[in-house]
Nanobody, 124 residues
Framework: QVQLVESGGGLVHAGGSLRLSCATSGRTFSSRPMGWFRQAPGKPREFVAAISWNGERTDYADSVKGRFTISRDRNTVYLQMNSVKSEDTAVYYC???????????????????WGQGTQVTVSS
C-alpha cells in the first residue's frame, strides 16, 4: 500500500518561493498519477496541480498556472511554488490512486490515497 508524506511547508513572504515535497513508499508509486490539492480555512479542498504516471502530462488550476510547477522523480512528487500570493495560504495535500491511467486527474474524488498535509502560510 502506498503511503504519502508531505514536507516543505512553512511561512513565506508574498512574492517568494517554496518547494513542497511528497515522499512515497510502496512499489507501485512510479506507475500512478499524482496530484496536489489545498484547503484554506472555511473553504472546500481544491485542485492545484496534477501529473501523469510518467511525468509527461501536467495540469494546473487557473489560479496557479504560470506560478507553480509539478514534477516527479522515482520516489517523490514536488510542487515548486513561485510568486506566491496571500490567497495561496492553505494546507497542501498530495494524493494518488490505485487506478491505472495515462491521464492527469483533477478531481479529489478520483484519488484514494492522501498525505497528512503541510501548512503553507503567505504573509503580505
Amino acid at each position: 500500500q502506498v503511503q504519502l508524506v508531505e514536507s516543505g511547508g512553512g511561512l513565506v513572504h508574498a512574492g517568494g518561493s517554496l518547494r513542497l515535497s511528497c515522499a512515497t513508499s510502496g512499489r507501485t508509486f512510479s506507475s500512478r498519477p499524482m496530484g496536489w490539492f489545498r484547503q484554506a480555512p472555511g473553504k472546500p479542498r481544491e485542485f492545484v496541480a496534477a501529473i501523469s504516471w510518467n511525468g509527461e502530462r501536467t495540469d494546473y488550476a487557473d489560479s496557479v498556472k504560470g506560478r507553480f510547477t509539478i514534477s516527479r522523480d522515482r520516489n517523490t512528487v514536488y510542487l515548486q511554488m513561485n510568486s506566491v500570493k496571500s490567497e495561496d495560504t492553505a494546507v497542501y495535500y498530495c494524493a494518488t490512486t490505485q487506478t491505472l491511467t495515462t491521464t492527469t486527474l483533477t478531481h479529489a474524488n478520483q484519488y484514494d490515497t492522501w498525505g497528512q498535509g503541510t501548512q503553507v502560510t503567505v504573509s503580505s
